[in-house]
């Protein structure tokens, strides 16, 4: 077992040190699919704990020998966001084990984000609403900086973008950030950045016009760029479930355009 443990909290060892044995039966569950998350009251603070799915015979050995955890890359992901200025939660702590010498389980303990909001909030609503052109203003602001900085961010979606609304202007933490790359975002791989999230054309346009801004870019480019990618994923996902309900079908003809489509729309983003 490999335990690296933030210094900022030493306070938090014993609980960290016991997870592995306390974690199925303790906790709040708040998420359970793939990984699981659950939410514990420790010393005063409100504690994030993810456990990672167990991987497949193939990526227990890609992660002991090739590739980082994911648990150790939320880690040290966090860490340099935070360098960096960008919110996410203050991470506590990670946990590698393993069994007959191959990595089978990963823990992320971080600090619980307290933001009400993420992204799905604007699925169905307009521009006009009540306070939205300001928080998406601030978004745009918030995403050039993050591109500014040379943050990517992998899985820019909706839920991973939490927020909250003061008094001056929106506050945005970022979740799920094992995947990421630290590099130079140009125009195109920024404007493609915004594709997974949810809204109307009308609301990605402003984004855009502000996105473009902040970064010395073409507004007209911005705009053309983020909404055909936008356009893109939305139809990859759509193929998704199409593909699904053939396959339930037997409809195995029907799929093979779709499957083409989709592998086109994977290798032109560089998945």
Not at 12 to 21: A, G, H, I, N, Q
Not at 71 to 76: G, I, T, W
Not at 226 to 249: G, P, S, V
């Amino acid at each position: 077992m490999n335990i690296v443990l933030n210094p900022q909290f030493a306070m938090l060892k014993d609980f960290v040190y016991s997870l592995p044995d306390t974690f199925a039966a303790s906790g709040e569950v708040i998420y359970k699919a793939r990984n699981e998350i659950r939410i514990f009251t420790v010393q005063g603070f409100e504690v994030n704990v993810k456990k990672f799915k167990t991987p497949h015979i193939l990526n227990r050995i890609v992660y002991t020998f090739f590739r980082l955890t994911k648990a150790r890359r939320s880690y040290e992901n966090a860490l340099q966001l935070l360098e960096k200025g960008i919110e996410t939660p203050a991470p506590i702590a990670y946990i590698e084990m393993k069994a007959g010498k191959l990595f089978s389980e990963g823990y992320f303990i971080s600090l619980q984000c307290p933001y009400p909001y993420n992204f799905r909030k604007f699925e169905g609503e307009k521009l006009s609403d009540s306070g939205n052109e300001a928080v998406l203003a601030a978004f745009a602001r918030f995403t050039a900086r993050l591109h500014e900085s040379q943050v990517l961010h992998l899985d820019y979606s909706p839920g991973n973008i939490l927020f909250d609304v003061n008094s001056k202007e929106a506050r945005f933490t970022l979740l799920d950030i094992n995947r990421m790359n630290f590099c130079p975002v140009d125009q195109a791989t920024g404007c493609r950045n915004f594709e997974r999230l949810w809204g109307s054309d009308e609301m990605f346009l402003y984004m855009a016009d502000i996105y473009a801004r902040e970064r010395g870019f073409d507004p007209g480019e911005c705009r053309q760029k983020i909404l055909r990618a936008h356009l893109d994923c939305m139809t990859y996902f759509d193929n998704k479930k199409i593909i699904k309900q053939n396959l339930k079908e037997k409809n195995y003809k029907a799929c093979f355009p779709l499957w083409y489509a989709n592998l086109k729309y994977l290798y032109f983003c560089g998945r």
